[in-house]
């Protein structure tokens, strides 16, 4: 689910497990948008992701854009607090 550069916003379908894969090739910067639903937490892949000079980007509906631009594979936690704010890290192995 990566596509051109864009504002991604998802589906329930997608966001319904609390594993949100990416993938695909980024043509430009993507920003995808996540239900805002306080607590709730998401993990983010994106191994399958081909970026090149491009990036993605996590933001909370109606709200703020995690500060982490993601440019490189990986797992990645987000989580929906108060207010329209989105917290995240970077999970390592």
Known sequence: ???GGA???LTAA???NNVVVLSGSLSEIN???FPNIPGSSWF???TGVTFGAYSIKLQVS???VWLTTITTHGIFRIVVGNNTTLYGQTLTS
């Open 31 to 33: 920003t995808y948008v």
């Open 44 to 46: 983010v892949d994106t």
């Open 62 to 64: 109606g709200g703020s």
């Open 14 to 16: 997608q966001y319904s």
């Open 7 to 9: 504002t991604i916003t």
């Open 1 to 3: 689910m990566a596509g």
